[in-house]
């Protein structure tokens, strides 16, 4: 039995999220777009369009009005909600290990062994990151994994609703 349906006009959806409180649904596609979905009244409340290529993964925040979208662009963008652009784009530092892996992996004179043991720091580095930020966990189409701050301090979002009166956090 489907309760609601909502029509866009790209040819696929990748990522749906609820929002914890509200009746929100965020839902990345192929397009590269962002759109927010008020899913009790049927109705777009918002898009956000800042990625290059398809938007992978979307996910919000448990008790910050943000949400994070991940995407073949190699960018994690953290948005508010309320803003109509990205308030933070993480550019991927682990490209440069795709780059690392394609080098490496391509050329005949490097035994499979020594592979292994110029692969395995880029291994270390990534463990130790997701094992200290146990947060949203982004699954790219790379292998690699790549983690944001559930909490959002480390992108410093707390200075922001601190000042400003305003803003009702959600």
């Not at 029509?7 to 990345?28: D, M, Q, Y």
């Not at 780059?99 to 005949?108: I, V």
């Not at 790379?142 to 305003?166: G, M, P, Q, V």
């Amino acid at each position: 039995m489907m309760l609601t349906k909502f029509e866009t006009k790209s040819n696929r959806v990748k990522g749906l999220s609820f929002h914890t409180k509200r009746s929100w649904i965020p839902a990345s596609l192929h397009s590269g777009v962002i759109q927010l979905w008020d899913y009790r009244m049927g109705m777009l409340i918002d898009r956000f369009d800042e990625h290059d290529g398809p938007v992978r993964g979307v996910h919000f925040h448990k008790s910050q009005p943000l949400f994070v979208s991940g995407g073949d662009d190699y960018k994690i963008k953290v948005w508010n909600q309320h803003l109509p652009m990205a308030a933070i784009t993480l550019f991927i530092l682990f490209s440069l290990s795709d780059f690392f892996f394609f080098f490496y992996l391509h050329c005949e004179e490097i035994p499979t062994s020594e592979n292994l043991i110029l692969a395995l720091p880029f291994v270390t580095v990534m463990l130790f990151l997701a094992n200290k930020n146990k947060g949203l966990i982004n699954h790219s189409v790379s292998i690699l994994k790549h983690s944001w701050d559930e909490n959002a301090k480390w992108c410093r979002f707390h200075r922001f609703y601190k000042t400003n009166s305003s803003m009702k956090l959600i």
